[in-house]
């Protein structure tokens, strides 16, 4: 199957500076796909190439199997939906949405209907003669969504779309810019540095680092089997313990750490295994945290002081230094089944199932650029 976009090895450089390094990707038909990085990452870069406003200096991009790395915007199968959606004040919200339309020589009554359809998928239609300054910042949203969808783009590009809402707006036309898209089944590229964002909207999720790709997966996958260190720590809280390949076997790795020595199945190293004698990350979320022994164990980081604890509900988040060489402080969350209180002493303990080995070192490779 064609992908709908294959970005193949694009590079751009700005000067001396490489924004973009070599990047590779495949979307297919129908996904929401979301670039998600620090600032300065190169989403925007990337993306403006998807939309023909940059040209890569090296590589190419094709979009249903067709070469664009040098077509025009406007000749691109491709919409961009800015953050500053730019509706025309002095038009009407059916004429704003019918506008490109317009543009393409389309007759007056199927503009018309288009525009009512598109305005009705964003619960809009009932507002059809409004102008855009009677709406709230949601409802502009909306209309510039409906807008980018009437001229049928085979791929809508979003740039911080939902950038100038206030967060519980946000949140609510994350859900709204999801089940559209679901709906309408176009490719969407979504940029954004919000993690949440990100998991709350994506079928995959891009991460990048400094002109780089770190990590390319669902969610859940992102989340829980990152492939990279810069991935683990950019979604979401994380632990970070350093540790040393000790011994390393096909189906397993003896790790030393300040405190013991563990055994990890091979699984764990979602990247690949290390060499013996080469330093690994183990990353530990919070919530994979276990108090005493539990079965299936992998870690046991052996006894602990409770340096603040707070309850919320669901659960204790908490702060606790080992007592081990490391005397590392963890953050974690605790089952409410029994109180926890600072200065506490606690067993602590990791199921081999919920960590991630990385190789290498999590303070080199951590920090954004
Ligand atoms: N036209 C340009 N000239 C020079 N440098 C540029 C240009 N455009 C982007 N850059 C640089 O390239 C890097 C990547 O920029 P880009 O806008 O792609 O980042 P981003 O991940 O979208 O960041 P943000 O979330 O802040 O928008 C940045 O360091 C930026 O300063």
Do not use: W
């Not at 402080?329 to 960590?355: C, F, N, R």
Request: aromatic share 6%.
């Amino acid at each position: 199957m064609t992908a709908a976009v294959s970005i193949e090895k694009a590079t751009k450089r700005f000067g001396g500076f490489t924004a973009l390094d070599d990047v590779s990707l495949e979307i297919a038909a129908g996904e929401f796909i979301v670039l998600l990085g620090p600032s300065g990452c190169g989403k925007t870069t990337l993306l403006s190439i998807l939309g023909g406003f940059l040209t890569p200096g090296a590589g190419r991009v094709l979009i249903g199997g067709v070469d664009m790395t040098h077509v025009p915007p406007a000749r691109r199968p491709t919409t961009t939906m800015f953050q500053d959606y730019a509706l025309f004040p002095h038009m009407r919200l059916q004429d704003n949405v019918g506008f490109g339309l317009r543009m393409r020589g389309t007759g007056k009554r199927e503009r018309l209907a288009r525009a009512l359809d598109f305005l009705d998928l964003v619960g809009l239609r009932a507002a059809a003669l409004k102008k855009p300054h009677e709406l709230s910042g949601g409802q502009r949203q909306r209309v510039a969504l409906a807008r980018a969808l009437a001229v049928d783009p085979q791929v809508l590009l979003l740039d911080e779309p939902l950038g100038a809402l206030d967060l519980k707006l946000r949140r609510q036309m994350q859900d709204e810019l999801k089940a559209i898209q679901k709906r309408v089944g176009t490719t969407f590229v979504h940029v954004t540095h919000d993690q949440e964002e990100a998991m709350a909207i994506a079928d995959r999720i891009v991460v990048m680092n400094q002109g780089r790709i770190e990590d390319v997966g669902r969610p859940a996958d992102i989340y829980l089997r990152p492939r990279s260190l810069f991935a683990a720590g950019f979604m979401g809280e994380v632990n970070f313990l350093d540790a040393t390949a000790a011994a390393v076997e096909t189906d397993c790795v003896r790790v030393a750490m300040p405190c013991g020595e563990a055994r990890l199945p091979a699984q764990c190293f979602t990247a690949g295994l290390p060499a013996p004698g080469e330093p690994v990350t183990l990353c530990v979320r919070p919530e994979h945290f276990r108090r005493g022994d539990v079965p299936d164990e992998a870690l046991a980081l052996g006894p602990a002081t409770v340096t603040g604890a707070a309850f919320f509900g669901t659960h204790y988040r908490c702060h606790a230094r080992l007592a081990s060489a490391s005397g590392l402080e963890l953050v974690m969350h605790l089952e409410p089944t029994a109180p926890v209180a600072q200065g506490q002493p606690i067993s602590l303990a990791v199921k081999a199932a919920d960590v991630v080995a990385l190789r290498g070192d999590a303070a080199a490779s951590r920090t954004p650029r």
